[in-house]
């Protein structure tokens, strides 16, 4: 899938206008709205669901001393072949996958930023986004433990990119009982979503996931090439249709070190560990 894991930034003015915006603190902070749904997390090989449920003892949502906060990136195809960055998306919805009531509406007034307070610590979220134009998303899963997190950021791309670029790997976008990740490997100082790939790195994941799933490598175009065996200077790789579960992911190029991610495969979504919070260099 043409994920925008490292999409071709705006012009230089453009990006700094991107980047001049605080993600991590700007925003209101939304009010704790009802619980909503979220798609149920599939049983297959990879594991059970551990986060929700009648089960688990509600850790204290809502009432944490932590707030995350970021930013969201939209991305629509106008036309064949060229990805455009859009500011004017209206309605979108930022919640906690793991306590959905925690929840936030982006306006275009707001510049897509949201800030989500209440985070209890000692637990792990992941942070998903919905808008009926755009392929719901999902953030890496991060453990909350004595500090907030910001920066985080969404690169949420359209129905229409999502269809396109899965069929470049044989993949179905629409299958609802499939899931989709993808991360950008990002060379060292990555700050904002149009952080430099690092090149020649190879991903794994544990568990690991057939060969016709992936990984799949981007070129130079922000297009999957199945051909490629190595990230690129984009530093996108994709992992198409995979069994629901939790995965572990890992970078590997020569003596470098990078971090390692966890990214829950929920059916129907495509989860995407966008920079800055990416496989990002160890430094």
Known sequence: ??????????????????TSTDATSAGET??????GETGETGEGETGEDETGGDESPDPGWGEGPRTISGRAYFFEMPTLGEIEWVTDVDGAEVFVFEAPQLRVSLSQDEDHVFSIEGIPDGVDVTLALEHPDFYPLLTATFPVDGADLSGLSFQAVSHTIATGAAALVGADASDPTRCQMATTVSAAGAEDIWAIGEPDATVTTDPAVPLEQGPF??????????????????????????EPGVYTWHATKDDLEFEALTLR???????????????????
């Open 30 to 35: 939304g009010e704790t709205g009802e619980t």
């Open 265 to 283: 495969c929920e059916a129907g979504w495509l989860t995407n560990a966008s920079p800055p919070w990416g496989l990002n260099l160890v430094e």
């Open 217 to 242: 490598y981007f070129n130079t175009d922000v297009i999957p090439d199945p051909s490629l065996m190595a990230t690129t200077t984009d530093g996108g790789v994709l992992i198409a249709d995979a």
């Open 1 to 18: 899938m043409m994920l925008c894991c490292a999409c071709a930034g705006p012009s230089q003015d453009d990006a700094a206008d991107a």
